[in-house]
């Protein structure tokens, strides 16, 4: 990790030219036409090549409950032998000059480059030190620059490096100052003087915690390590905070990783050295390798000195299911006083709980001035989604441990809508984001009467109609719209950014609409009193900032289209599926086609802009689509519910269907349709490829989880084991055994698509050993033929310095990925 004093924000002067990396402004290319010719002429390099051999050491032979199971390429799990590197080496060898050496690819470049290559900005931030905070690039920068201003009119879009312009904001954290570093989450301590940012070093999950004061923009002391998965700290006033790590970190140690183990919450005091943090919530005894998601502190008043009541939630999942306890404990009013100890021991001895027994999720969303808090909860037999509220008066009746009395304020969605987010907004409104089909749709209610105000979904989302092969399916107006006025309008086929920031006590919130076909916006909300009666209120929802003349200029107002139907799968249940395309493409011939989903999780996939798929329509001329399969979270915890563990093959099943439907339709047809997924979608992707390949030409399984049967042995894959199932049960484990990828490739279909498999060296999530065994089970039963006659290629690709999550890569990175694909593409695909 880069010493302290190496990496403070840069001053403007300092500055003068984009960062170290950054893609050059360019021509407009974001929509060259690429000829038939150039489709399917795959390299000569290969002619006299072979895939590389893997390692035939280490191969073992189990019998696991009575079953005997085959596991030639177990040394390849050990990513850092001799062997396995010699593995990697080999395969980009092969597979990079293949990717690199295509004519077209440098044209593919600079036109990926454009796609990006707008202004982005994330939703403002204001402060108690009064300044607005958000993240800036200028489309060319390999990673965001966090700025800020008190003045957002003025400064708000505007370049802080910029020559030109005098009025701008100030620069405080430039992260392209630090080396394949990224940020993970940000926060800041009530006072707005602390600000506190988690950082991953080339992508890996493990993190380091630095806190910055925000007058000297300084660190203010050495930076705390072992930490994974800390979802933004919790500032316990000023002093200290929150944040989750390994039991067995070595605080004194130079590294911020140690081997996968026990965490915990712990306590650490700013100024104090980590070795005395104190675990005050340990993942051990009655909640043993259980963890907590976030903390949360709940007060009607959160600025440092008030002397409201205070109590801090501890959100305990038993795994990835997205089912809690929500418990809560007391805070002393004077902040000062709840260092490590006092929350340890008011943790074991003082809990209360607002939801026991693991029915759904519940989390903090705020409070009123009169000390209701509120709760979105799917718990309790609410699975689509409520809100529920305590009276901060009620917390002395209750007894040590017991449940905490809470009433339904917002009941479910009466057309059985799911509840995707929700937050409070100036201690008197509640904005209630649900989920409509996989689509926003904003509802907000008055937090003091229970009466909605109103809402965004002036026109119900469309859709319903079923498409049949005799007729033209039609083409919509354009998807996206900004308008320049004070009329916003929110696409019908949008999303809303789970980020909905918001002072507690400010009338003014600011969130970002992201559709599939354009890049993401943000909207101003304020809340509005039209009269005395301090209940009658009115929200005010504007555009901050214009679409950008770079945005104008690289042919991102291009019309990409986007509309939603439905179609059925094995079991005739009607699956939700976005089909996205350039306005002009004729839909009346087949044309190439990706298909993507994810279907796990409980994670819904809403639309978001994405440079591959963008670059796909423009670029390949194609139509992208997008599949709200089971085991999702489209409709919430039943959707969920339908496809996990040993029923996953329910969402594969969903899939398949989905490009059976395309292909009925005469969209596209098996040798034009390309398949992606990353990480449980790389496993979907490679599941299908077994169970349907006649369906598909071209497989991109990124980050891929391929191995059923050993994926609970690595870091935190035991995490997952209420997704997919135990391969420790006997009951479960021949089930994984014969769905799993890695172990049902079948040699005897010679119909096989053509495969990319990628993974990245510091993925500790998903290990690359399931790329990897994946590739030498694949490349041994698929050999390349010296005279190129097989219909499949098959390459594998290791990224370096790249983790698991696209956010955590630099621009280059992103721009290499997006580029492969296309490439990969047109090697294998000839329309």
Not at 156 to 166: A, I, M, Q, Y
């Amino acid at each position: 990790m880069t010493s302290s004093s190496s990496i403070l924000p840069t001053s403007t002067k300092e500055i003068e030219h984009p960062p170290h990396g950054a893609i050059h402004n360019q021509t407009n290319t974001s929509s060259f036409k690429i000829s038939k010719d150039d489709w399917g002429s795959k390299s000569t390099s290969l002619i006299d090549e072979k895939y590389p051999e893997p390692p035939k050491d280490g191969g073992v032979t189990e019998e696991i409950f009575g079953i005997t199971v085959k596991d030639p390429w177990r040394s390849l799990e050990e990513i850092d032998s001799e062997s396995a590197q010699k593995f990697i080496q080999e395969q980009n060898k092969l597979s990079i000059p293949e990717l690199l050496d295509h004519p077209l690819r440098a044209d593919l470049e600079r036109s990926v480059e454009q796609i990006y290559n707008h202004s982005k900005m994330d939703t403002p931030e204001l402060q108690f030190d009064d300044y607005y905070y958000w993240n800036y690039n200028k489309g060319n920068w390999p990673r965001d620059i966090l700025v800020r201003s008190k003045n957002l009119n003025k400064h708000f879009g505007k370049d802080p490096l910029s020559l030109v312009e005098k009025e701008k904001p100030e620069i405080f954290f430039d992260l392209n100052q630090l080396k394949d570093t990224s940020i993970y989450a940000h926060t800041f301590s009530p006072s707005g003087r602390l600000w506190s940012v988690v950082l991953q070093q080339s992508g890996s999950d493990w993190q380091s915690i630095r806190v910055i004061d925000t007058v000297t923009k300084e660190p203010v002391e050495k930076d705390v390590g072992g930490s994974k998965f800390t979802f933004g700290l919790t500032w316990i006033g000023d002093e200290g905070y929150i944040y989750k790590r390994a039991m067995n970190y070595g605080t004194q140690e130079g590294s911020f990783a140690v081997p996968d183990g026990k965490f915990g919450m712990f306590y650490h005091r700013i100024g104090q050295p980590q070795s005395t943090d104190i675990a005050v919530f340990p993942f051990t005894g009655e909640f043993d390798d259980y963890f907590v998601g976030k903390t949360y502190v709940v007060s009607s008043d959160l600025s440092l000195g008030s002397i409201s009541r205070n109590w801090l939630t501890f959100d305990i999942y038993r795994n990835t299911n997205p089912e809690t306890q929500l418990l809560v404990i007391e805070l002393p009013t004077d902040l000062s006083k709840a260092d490590g100890k006092y929350i340890k021991e008011a943790v074991k001895t003082k809990r209360k709980w607002i939801t026991k027994a693991y029915t759904g999720e519940t989390r903090y969303i705020g409070s009123l001035e009169s000390d209701k808090h509120f709760f979105y909860s799917t718990a309790d037999g609410y699975p689509t989604g409520r809100i529920i509220s305590f009276e901060g008066n009620n917390w002395d009746n209750i007894k040590i441990d017991d449940r905490l009395p809470t009433e339904e304020f917002v009941p479910i969605n009466e057309e059985g809508y799911q509840l995707h987010n929700a937050k409070v907004i100036g201690r008197k409104v509640i904005m209630l984001i649900y989920l409509k089909h996989a689509c926003a749709s904003i509802v907000f209610v008055n937090g003091l009467t229970g009466k909605k105000i109103g809402e965004t979904d002036v026109e119900e989302t469309k859709g319903e109609i079923e498409l049949s092969k005799d007729i033209n399916i039609p083409i919509p107006e354009e998807e996206f719209e900004l308008s320049k006025t004070s009329k916003v309008i929110i696409p019908e086929h949008g999303s809303i950014q789970l980020k909905i920031s918001n002072r507690f006590d400010s009338d003014e919130f600011y969130f970002q609409v992201d559709t599939w076909v354009a890049p993401s916006y943000t909207l101003k909300g304020e809340l509005i009193k039209r009269s005395n009666d301090s209940t009658n209120l009115e929200v005010d929802i504007s555009n901050i900032n214009e679409i950008s003349n770079s945005t104008l200029s690289n042919g991102l107002n291009e019309n990409l289209v986007c509309f939603q139907t439905f179609y059925e799968s094995i079991d005739g249940q009607k699956i939700p599926i976005f089909l996205c395309h350039p306005h002009d493409l004729d839909l009346t011939k087949p044309n190439p086609t990706l298909l993507h989903a994810y279907g796990g999780f409980c994670a819904p996939l809403t639309p978001h802009y994405d440079a591959f798929f963008a670059s796909f329509m423009r670029n390949l001329r194609g139509i992208v689509a997008i599949a709200g399969i089971r085991g999702g979270g489209e409709y919430g915890k039943t959707w969920h519910d339908a496809a996990k563990g040993i029923k996953k093959s329910v969402s594969w099943d969903d899939f398949s269907y989905a490009a059976k439907y395309l292909q009925s339709l005469g969209l596209t047809k098996p040798e034009l349709t390309a398949i992606y997924g990353s990480s449980n979608g790389g496993l979907m992707v490679t599941a299908c490829t077994n169970r349907t390949p006649e369906l598909f030409n071209t497989v991109f399984a990124d980050v891929a989880i391929t191995d059923l049967i050993r994926y609970h042995k690595f870091t935190l894959g035991r995490m997952w084991l209420g997704e997919y199932g135990s391969p420790e049960d006997p009951n479960e484990f021949p089930i994984l055994l014969d769905t799993s990828p890695l172990h049902n490739i079948d040699q005897t279909k010679s119909n096989y698509p053509s495969i990319l498999v990628t993974t990245a060296d510091h993925d500790d999530r998903v290990v690359p050993s399931h790329s990897l065994k994946y590739l030498a089970e694949l490349q041994s039963k698929f050999p390349l033929n010296q005279n190129q006659k097989q219909k499949q290629l098959i390459l594998g690709k290791l990224y370096k310095d790249a983790g698991h999550e696209s956010s955590s890569k630099n621009l280059q990175n992103k721009v290499e990925e997006v580029v492969d694909r296309l490439i990969f593409t047109l090697l294998t695909m000839k329309p």
